[in-house]
């Protein structure tokens, strides 16, 4: 079953804007990962966020995670063209066995 | 380093027949894992391996065998191929760290007639 899931499903803006994706997800995590997919290709980790942490920054990206409300946002600043794919969050589940979870994904198309 | 490579990369069969994916890596980890990705699901893990000779199932692993016998290799065996199992297949690999970063492969596309 799905742990995490984004929302939007899909999310169309132009170059230059801010686009801001979240994700929802059911138990508690030891840590949250995000993961961007380009059309016909593998998935490619972004970023991690563990469960004590609130906020972890990686060039462009701005993660937020708030585990009262289960739930984290993944911000992408100055979109550009190339920032066009799909993205994924994933979780690493308290207790659970060593494997992530992955939601749905977020399809986002900038726009030139 | 190449990386998590999969072979082959495209391929189509006809009901009942068999193949086997071919996963390698050449980061030394110790994870291995299966998914498959169908559209509007996501990923879903086939079966994943925590160490060379070790296998265990995921969340969808009926009509999927696998084997771990080198460290480096993980293959993913479809007995009786089904329609159903159309699919992207995609192989990533972790370190010896529960819960960390995975690596993934380019994908295979499989498509069962």
């Known amino acids: 079953s799905q742990q995490g899931e984004e929302d939007p499903q899909a999310l169309s803006i132009q170059e230059g804007e801010n686009a801001t994706m979240n994700c929802s997800y059911k138990t508690s995590i030891n840590n949250l990962q995000w993961y961007r997919q380009n059309s016909g290709r593998g998935l490619v980790h972004l970023i991690l966020i563990r469960s004590n942490e609130r906020e972890k920054h990686s060039g462009r990206l701005r993660v937020t995670l708030d585990t009262s409300k289960k739930s984290s946002s993944l911000l992408i600043t100055a979109s550009r063209a190339a920032d066009t794919a799909s993205y994924f969050c994933?979780?690493?589940?308290?207790?659970?066995?060593?494997?992530?979870?992955f939601g749905k994904g977020t399809k986002l198309t900038v726009n030139p | 380093n190449a990386g998590v490579t999969q072979t082959p990369k495209f391929r189509v069969l006809k009901t009942g027949q068999s193949m086997t994916l071919l996963c390698a890596q050449d980061?030394?980890?110790?994870?291995m894992y299966w998914y498959r990705q169908d559209p509007g699901m996501g990923l879903r893990l086939i079966h994943y391996s925590v160490g060379e000779g070790t296998t265990a199932k995921g969340e969808v692993p009926d009509g999927y065998n696998v084997s771990r016998l080198k460290k480096q290799n993980f293959l993913l065996g479809l007995e009786s191929a089904a329609p159903s199992q159309t699919s992207v297949y995609f192989c990533?690999?972790?370190?010896?760290?529960?819960?960390?970063?995975?690596?993934f492969g380019p994908g295979t596309r499989l498509t069962v007639t």
């Open positions: 990533a690999s972790t370190p010896h760290q529960r819960g960390g970063e995975q690596y």
């Open positions: 994933a979780t690493d589940a308290k207790g659970g066995s060593e494997k992530l979870v």
């Open positions: 980061m030394n980890h110790e994870y």
